[in-house]
């Protein structure tokens, strides 16, 4: 049995945490997609931490974790992640494994990520420049190396011949970076990676289902930046929705249970790209400075928002979500009056569909208005405790979305979660 949980927004919701506070109910976590564009953030016994490669169940000894094949791997960020965590005294290794299928990000990957962005000049796509974009362009362009290269005789020579093809397209563009440096970190690291356990994950992942251990897939980025479903082209390279599971674990679609979708009380977007409920005045201020809404990745200001109910429909349709975590509720404890956007305008228009094409036209938002409840939540435990107005945000949203919100997170520490009646 696979449980999922993934990001309905444009990234960020909170899933590192959520991931973290459930995981001891899971024997095996697992990251399907994505690298390390992502930044997941966990507090330790108070220690903050940021996850970019490692999936976010690695500080709980008794639950496994597992970077599936579906996943670009940068082995120097991975060696850099195992840096942190045994600064707080854990060896990743004990509990983690790697997928052979898994690509490599080679540092030449991140010079052309770099490369693209500055020819796209205006239209650039706001890019975390991890060289996510051209590794997946060497997956499906079929020229990729894989961890389970890294383990063959011939890896260098044709590393060196990806390198050169890499560098006759930077040669192209015009483009000129010295990556000496990155090149030998690249090659320390992969030391590492080859000490590690490395994988079949897919008979890995279906023997622990077979034997009934308890599996949750964790999403990187969030729906709204999917390949294929986002608001392309300004999105990420792989399928963030529920469907990048089965292709990034090889589990089969009937494995799956419940796909628990995590969208913020608000929301937030960092990079360029279409944002209908974007607040370009105080109250996003606000919400940026209330909700420190700084990317963890590239420490970026976060665009922010109110609650986009269109987008969150669609999300919630592309990916089966069968429950919904809300964070961040909180960060509105002080908002006297909040807004969800209920419908969208184009050409005069009214519609509740998310349009193929978000960025050609503007998109007025319809809101509802709503009187916010003026009080401290972060110290809530229980359902009972919180103040009437915002049961009736979450129990409007309940309905507006079909789907039933299971939990509410109302701090950034992991014993701050409430579960709603009937979880
Ligand atoms: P992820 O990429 O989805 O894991 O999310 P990030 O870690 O990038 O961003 C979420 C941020 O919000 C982090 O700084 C978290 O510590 C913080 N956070 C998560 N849940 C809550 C919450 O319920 N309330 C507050 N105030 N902060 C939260
Ligand atoms: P987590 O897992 C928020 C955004 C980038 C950019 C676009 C493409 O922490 O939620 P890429 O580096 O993938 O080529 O960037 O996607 N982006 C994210 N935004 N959270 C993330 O991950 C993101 N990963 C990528 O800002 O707009
Ligand atoms: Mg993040």
Same mark, same amino acid.
């Given at each position: 049995?696979?449980?999922?949980?993934?990001?309905?927004?444009?990234?960020?919701?909170?899933?590192?945490?959520?991931?973290?506070?459930?995981?001891?109910?899971?024997?095996?976590?697992?990251?399907?997609?994505?690298?390390?564009?992502?930044?997941?953030?966990?507090?330790?016994?108070?220690?903050?931490?940021?996850?970019?490669?490692?999936?976010?169940?690695?500080?709980?000894?008794?639950?496994?974790?597992?970077?599936?094949?579906?996943?670009?791997?940068?082995?120097?960020?991975?060696?850099?992640?195992?840096?942190?965590?045994?600064?707080?005294?854990?060896?990743?290794?004990?509990?983690?494994?790697?997928?052979?299928?898994?690509?490599?990000?080679?540092?030449?990957?991140?010079?052309?990520?770099?490369?693209?962005?500055?020819?796209?000049?205006?239209?650039?796509?706001?890019?975390?420049?991890?060289?996510?974009?051209?590794?997946?362009?060497?997956?499906?362009?079929?020229?990729?190396?894989?961890?389970?290269?890294?383990?063959?005789?011939?890896?260098?020579?044709?590393?060196?011949?990806?390198?050169?093809?890499?560098?006759?397209?930077?040669?192209?563009?015009?483009?000129?970076?010295?990556?000496?440096?990155?090149?030998?970190?690249?090659?320390?690291?992969?030391?590492?990676?080859?000490?590690?356990?490395?994988?079949?994950?897919?008979?890995?992942?279906?023997?622990?289902?077979?034997?009934?251990?308890?599996?949750?897939?964790?999403?990187?980025?969030?729906?709204?930046?999917?390949?294929?479903?986002?608001?392309?082209?300004?999105?990420?390279?792989?399928?963030?929705?529920?469907?990048?599971?089965?292709?990034?674990?090889? *589990? @089969?679609?009937?494995?799956?249970?419940? $796909?628990? !979708? =995590? +969208? %913020?009380?608000?929301? &937030?977007?960092?990079?360029?790209?279409?944002?209908?409920?974007?607040?370009?005045?105080?109250?996003?201020?606000?919400?940026?400075?209330?909700?420190?809404?700084?990317?963890?990745?590239?420490?970026?200001?976060?665009?922010?928002?109110?609650?986009?109910? *269109? @987008?969150?429909?669609?999300?919630?349709? $592309?990916? !089966? =979500? +069968? %429950?919904?975590?809300? &964070?961040?509720?909180?960060?509105?404890?002080?908002?006297?009056?909040?807004?969800?956007?209920?419908?969208?305008?184009?050409?005069?228009?009214?519609?509740?569909?998310?349009?193929?094409?978000?960025?050609?036209?503007?998109?007025?938002?319809?809101?509802?208005?709503?009187?916010?409840?003026?009080?401290?939540?972060?110290?809530? +435990?229980?359902?009972?405790?919180?103040?009437?107005?915002?049961?009736?945000?979450?129990?409007?949203?309940?309905?507006?979305?079909?789907?039933?919100?299971?939990?509410?997170?109302?701090?950034?520490?992991?014993?701050?979660?409430?579960?709603?009646?009937?979880?």
């Amino acid at each position: 049995m696979v449980d999922v949980l993934l990001g309905l927004q444009w990234g960020d919701e909170g899933k590192g945490k959520i991931v973290d506070r459930f995981a001891p109910d899971y024997d095996l976590i697992a990251r399907f997609q994505g690298g390390p564009n992502a930044g997941h953030t966990l507090y330790v016994e108070g220690q903050r931490i940021v996850l970019h490669q490692i999936p976010s169940g690695i500080f709980h000894p008794h639950t496994d974790n597992l970077i599936g094949g579906g996943v670009v791997l940068d082995p120097v960020t991975l060696k850099r992640e195992f840096g942190k965590i045994a600064a707080l005294g854990i060896d990743a290794s004990r509990n983690l494994c790697i997928s052979e299928r898994a690509h490599l990000i080679l540092p030449t990957h991140r010079a052309l990520d770099k490369a693209s962005e500055t020819a796209k000049g205006n239209n650039r796509i706001g890019s975390t420049l991890k060289g996510i974009g051209p590794a997946y362009m060497d997956k499906t362009g079929r020229n990729g190396l894989r961890v389970g290269d890294m383990l063959e005789r011939d890896f260098t020579t044709r590393y060196i011949r990806l390198r050169l093809k890499h560098q006759k397209m930077l040669d192209s563009l015009s483009f000129s970076e010295d990556i000496t440096e990155w090149e030998e970190e690249f090659f320390e690291a992969l030391e590492l990676l080859r000490s590690l356990r490395i994988v079949n994950g897919e008979y890995h992942i279906n023997d622990r289902i077979s034997k009934g251990d308890r599996v949750l897939a964790e999403g990187a980025q969030g729906s709204m930046l999917d390949v294929d479903f986002g608001t392309f082209p300004f999105v990420t390279s792989s399928n963030t929705i529920s469907a990048g599971v089965c292709t990034g674990l090889g *589990v @089969a679609p009937q494995r799956i249970r419940e $796909v628990i !979708g =995590v +969208t %913020k009380a608000y929301c &937030t977007r960092v990079g360029s790209g279409p944002f209908p409920t974007e607040l370009h005045d105080e109250t996003g201020e606000r919400l940026r400075a209330t909700g420190n809404e700084f990317g963890a990745t590239t420490g970026r200001p976060r665009r922010c928002g109110w609650l986009d109910l *269109v @987008a969150l429909r669609f999300a919630c349709m $592309v990916n !089966g =979500v +069968t %429950k919904l975590v809300m &964070t961040k509720s909180d960060v509105l404890d002080n908002f006297a009056s909040l807004s969800a956007c209920e419908a969208y305008r184009i050409d005069g228009e009214t519609t509740d569909k998310v349009p193929y094409q978000m960025s050609r036209r503007p998109i007025e938002p319809v809101y509802r208005a709503f009187e916010g409840w003026l009080s401290d939540t972060s110290l809530c +435990t229980s359902y009972d405790e919180l103040p009437a107005r915002m049961k009736e945000y979450v129990s409007y949203m309940d309905t507006a979305l079909g789907t039933r919100i299971a939990y509410v997170s109302n701090g950034p520490g992991r014993d701050q979660l409430i579960s709603m009646p009937g979880t």
